[in-house]
T-cell receptor, first 118, second 111 residues
């Protein structure tokens, strides 16, 4: 079974600075997807960024980028120019790319609570 | 992007009763899931809601406790049966269109 580990329960960053959230995972599969989801306090969880394992190029979405190291099974999220609205719980998640009805099931890490200081 | 709504948004229930949570998507999705998220914790998958057939449950979750319906491609319900305080949690549904997107959750407190 796949596992996802987020070793930083909490992180803080100054507004306008850069912060990196860590995620490692364990899998025997060669093809899969990795995600970062953001859950603001008392608000809906939203997808921040997505990475396909077969792509060597790191995904980016505006101020959000990832450092995907497949051999090391590492998938960190970098937030540049942090804003107050970035404060949230961030979850790293894994999805298999195998065919079949279960291939959209997500395995989540325990989350990292990010605080942004003004 | 697709929108998911859940009803109720929160409820306080007595031990031994049941609560049905509704999940409505604004357009058809290929798959729907139900998760539980205990306060400050990660999400745990309860089951996959299959359209027109019985849900597929994860280890540790059973149909008698968490019956699920999915009569069409935009709607699903989760019932939390014979509740105990240990069932106090946030219950989220999700849908898949390209990737998974989530509803706002139902915050359940069992006294």
């Amino acid at each position: 079974a796949q596992t996802v580990t987020q070793s930083q329960p909490e992180m803080s960053v100054q507004e306008a600075e850069t912060v990196t959230l860590s995620c490692t995972y364990d899998t025997s599969e060669s093809d899969y997807y990795l995600f970062w989801y953001k859950q603001p306090p008392s608000r809906q969880m939203i997808l921040v960024i997505r990475q396909e394992a077969y792509k060597q190029q790191n995904a980016t979405e505006n101020r959000f980028s990832v450092n995907f190291q497949k051999a090391a099974k590492s998938f960190s999220l970098k937030i540049s120019d942090s804003q107050l609205g970035d404060a949230a719980m961030y979850f790293c998640a894994y999805r298999s790319s195998n065919s079949g009805g279960s291939n959209y099931k997500l395995t989540f890490g325990k989350g990292t609570l990010l605080t942004v200081n003004p | 992007s697709a929108v998911i709504s859940q009803k109720p948004s929160r409820d306080i229930c007595q031990r031994g009763t049941s609560l049905t949570i509704q999940c409505q998507v604004d357009s058809q999705v290929t798959m729907m899931f139900w998760y539980r998220q205990q306060p400050g914790q990660s999400l745990t998958l309860i089951a996959t809601a299959n359209q027109g057939s019985e849900a597929t449950y994860e280890s540790g979750f059973v149909i008698d406790k968490f019956p699920i319906s999915r009569p069409n491609l935009t709607f699903s319900t989760l019932t939390v049966s014979n509740m105990s305080p240990e069932d106090s949690s946030i219950y989220l549904c999700s849908g898949v269109r390209h990737e998974q997107f989530f509803g706002p959750g139902t915050r359940l407190t069992v006294l």
